[in-house]
């Protein structure tokens, strides 16, 4: 396996896999869904006088990202048993008064900072308050969409093959993602843009001048990952990377465990 960076900026990460295949790729994408990651679990309203009911306000607190300073346990895995302690339970309280707009930044806890403070959470009207206290859990994106850390996907690395090519230039306005350039008379697609519509390759049928062949590739992927904000692209490959070795070891034990068993 080999990896090679295509670019890379804060919040946006896209490489190049080269020698696996789509089960593994696949298998990479979806241990995202089990990285423990931090948001509002549950809400506790004390004075709620603003347009929107309890449940709609809890529902968008939830949905903060959250980062956190601190080292959490997964509730259930922590020596509270479940209960809530500061090792996995981060509080939080929110106090406002109206004529206001309340934003994730006046969540006030110890610890733990909004990703981005101005996601607006509810407008008040004049003498309207809101008064409530919340806690923090780490949770999986398979149980909830709320604790996933980001988006991740991957395309096939296209395969290109021209031949023949006579400098017609006609496939380069087919290309709907403007792939196609022409440089020196000689036509190059970039592999970055091209998604494999194969629009060129049936222009190239129909005229009969040239032939141009694209295949996606079985065992080169370009990966994009794309982070909420909880963690940094990279990391977000790297504990996917993790979990899926840690899960693979637990499945392989479980296995000889029941092979032991069968003799
Ligand atoms: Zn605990």
Redesign the pocket.
């Known amino acids: 396996m080999k990896i090679e960076k295509i670019s890379k900026d804060k919040e946006k990460i896209c490489f190049l896999i080269k020698g696996i295949n789509n089960t593994i790729a696949n298998s990479i994408r979806r241990s995202i869904l089990e990285i423990p990651i931090l948001a509002i679990d549950s809400v506790e309203f004390y004075k709620n006088d603003s347009a929107l009911y309890d449940e709609i306000i809890a529902h968008r607190l939830g949905l903060i990202p959250l980062k956190t300073t601190k080292t959490f346990?997964q509730?259930e895995k922590?020596?509270?048993k479940g209960?809530?302690?500061s090792?996995?339970?981060a509080s939080f309280k929110l106090k406002a008064k109206g004529p206001i707009m309340v934003y994730a930044k006046d969540l006030k806890g110890r610890g733990i900072e909004v990703v981005y403070p101005d996601m607006p959470i509810v407008l008040l009207g004049k003498d309207q308050e809101l008064l409530l206290s919340t806690e923090a859990t780490l949770g999986i994106g398979k149980e909830h969409a709320k604790h996933t850390p980001g988006l991740v996907w991957f395309n096939s690395y296209p395969i290109v093959e021209i031949k023949n090519c006579n400098g017609c230039q006609e496939c380069i306005s087919t290309c709907p993602r403007k792939a196609i350039t022409i440089k020196n008379k000689k036509i190059t697609i970039d592999p970055l843009k091209c998604d494999i519509c194969e629009a060129c390759v049936e222009l190239s049928k129909k005229r009969g001048k040239c032939s141009i062949n694209i295949k996606p590739s079985k065992e080169d992927f370009i990966f994009y990952i794309e982070t909420f904000g909880q963690l940094k692209p990279e990391e977000i490959f790297i504990d996917a990377i993790k979990i899926l070795d840690s899960n693979l070891k637990e499945f392989e034990k479980q296995l000889s465990k029941k092979a032991k068993k069968k003799k």
């Open positions: 346990t509730k922590c020596s509270c209960k809530g302690c090792k996995c339970t």
